[in-house]
């Protein structure tokens, strides 16, 4: 079984949706919680950086952390047709230093 | 300013031969990363330094793949012998702080075929 497990997908929306992405892990050891989007052809690149249990808000996008139950969410508002994308969590233990990834979500937004 | 720079874009090899991978990272970004994405999968760790000293080699498949940093910035990802299963996507990435807490800021990546 794999440290983090995500939902492959696909997952199709239309326009103006909210959507919700989710991983869920097993290391207890991890602290740091972070999502990334990445575009056909392209590396990733970071979107939410949360650091334990809670939430954080950056415009259209919410991270959640729920440590009790290892999970997390990405909750995308407003769902737009850029906005289509793989969505990838990643997560580190603070004495490991280095980022274990999930095998990422597919989104396409249907205008 | 720039982003993290790999080369080349595209590397088609025949099992067998040796390749060679580079990564420029970012400008003053101390951590360098290696990872492999297969298609469909996310990242996954291979190696990382900080500076030049390569702190964590446990994600390398075997004693075919090595890499270096020699002087903290440019690295190189080596691969020996190369068999058709090393086909893969290879990221390089970086991020300004030490340790895997702090986002990483990645490249677009390698592809690499061998036939």
């Known amino acids: 079984q794999k440290e983090v497990e995500q939902d492959p997908g696909p997952l199709s929306v239309p326009e103006g949706a909210i959507v919700s992405l989710n991983c869920t892990y097993s290391n207890s050891a991890f602290q740091y919680f972070m999502w990334y989007r990445q575009y056909s052809r392209k590396g990733p690149e970071l979107l939410m950086y949360?650091?334990?249990?809670g939430n954080k808000e950056d415009g259209r996008f919410t991270a959640q952390v729920d440590k009790s139950s290892k999970y997390i969410s990405l909750f995308i508002r407003d769902s737009q047709p850029s906005d289509s994308a793989t969505y990838l969590c990643?997560?580190?233990?603070?004495?490991?230093?280095?980022?274990?990834f999930g095998d990422g979500t597919t989104l396409t937004v249907k205008p | 300013g720039a982003g993290v720079s790999q080369s080349p874009r595209y590397k088609v090899t025949k099992r067998g031969q040796d390749v060679a991978l580079r990564c420029d990272p970012i400008s003053g970004h101390v951590s360098l990363y290696w990872y492999r994405q297969a298609l469909g999968q996310g990242p996954e760790f291979l190696t990382y330094f900080n500076y030049e000293a390569q702190q964590d080699k446990s994600g390398l498949p075997n004693d075919r793949f090595s890499a270096e940093r020699p002087e903290g910035s440019i690295s190189t990802l080596t691969i020996q012998r190369t068999e058709q299963r090393d086909s893969a996507m290879y990221r390089c990435?970086?991020?300004?702080?030490?340790?895997?807490?702090?986002?990483?800021?990645f490249g677009n990546g390698t592809r690499l075929t061998v036939t």
């Open positions: 949360t650091y334990s249990s």
């Open positions: 990435a970086s991020s300004s702080v030490q340790g895997g807490n702090s986002p990483l800021h």
């Open positions: 990643a997560m580190s233990d603070p004495n490991a230093g280095k980022s274990t």
